[in-house]
């Protein structure tokens, strides 16, 4: 079954805003990655956070991790056009040898 | 470098009829793995390879097969397709199973099972 569930389903902004994207999750895991993955695309890891980190920044992007409550949070600030895109967390359990578990995504439009 | 490459891009079966799918990699990678994306929903593992000879099965793994006899590629095969199997399928691949494993994806496949 599918580990993570993002929300919002869908978010829609205008460019220059930030956009913020959530994930939570069941089960203890070993660390948590986001991935974007644009109209008829494969997927492209964007940013990983190990279970002992509770922030991570890469460029324009943010992540932290509560593994207490069992989420993670992704944002991107001054969000551009050629940032829409759907967003998928993935987390990796401890006795699964390289198996990601994906949520069902956020379709992030941004609009010009 | 090509990356991760998928083979066909499109492909329309009856059903009942069978294919292989095609995924290559030049990057060394230990791991592949196979996933089917439908709409509205995230990737589900089908079945997965942690190196040259070896898979298991993943979530859904009913109605394929694999085979991993060359490092660098992974068939998946479907031997009698049905319109459940239409679906985006994704190949990807990683370094190894350690706990920093980004995978590495390919373009996908899209297949329609009329």
């Known amino acids: 079954s599918q580990q993570g569930e993002e929300d919002p389903q869908a978010l829609s902004i205008q460019e220059g805003e930030n956009a913020t994207m959530n994930c939570s999750y069941k089960?203890?895991?070993?660390?948590l990655q986001w991935y974007r993955q644009n109209s008829g695309r494969g997927l492209v890891h964007l940013i990983l956070?190990?279970?002992?980190?509770r922030e991570k920044h890469s460029g324009r992007l943010r992540v932290t991790l509560d593994t207490s409550k069992k989420s993670s949070s992704l944002l991107i600030t001054a969000s551009r056009a050629a940032d829409t895109a759907s967003y998928f967390c993935?987390?990796?359990?401890?006795?699964?040898?390289?198996?990601?578990?994906f949520g069902r995504g956020t379709q992030l439009t941004v609009w010009p | 470098n090509a990356g991760v490459t998928q083979t066909p891009k499109f492909r329309v079966l009856k059903t009942g009829q069978s294919m292989t799918l095609l995924c290559a990699q030049d990057?060394?990678?230990?791991?592949m793995y196979w996933y089917r994306q439908d709409p509205g929903m995230g990737l589900r593992l089908i079945h997965y390879?942690?190196?040259?000879?070896?898979?298991a099965k993943g979530e859904v793994p009913d109605g394929y097969n694999v085979s991993r006899l060359k490092k660098q590629n992974f068939l998946l095969g479907l031997e009698s397709a049905a319109p459940s199997q239409t679906s985006v399928y994704f190949c990807?691949?990683?370094?190894?199973?350690?706990?920093?494993?980004?995978?590495?994806f390919g373009p996908g496949t899209r297949l329609t099972v009329l």
């Open positions: 390879s942690v190196g040259e000879g070896t898979t």
């Open positions: 990807a691949s990683s370094y190894s199973g350690g706990v920093v494993n980004e995978q590495f």
């Open positions: 956070i190990r279970s002992n980190e």
């Open positions: 993935a987390t990796r359990r401890g006795s699964t040898l390289g198996r990601l578990y």
């Open positions: 089960t203890s895991i070993n660390n």
């Open positions: 990057m060394n990678h230990e791991y």
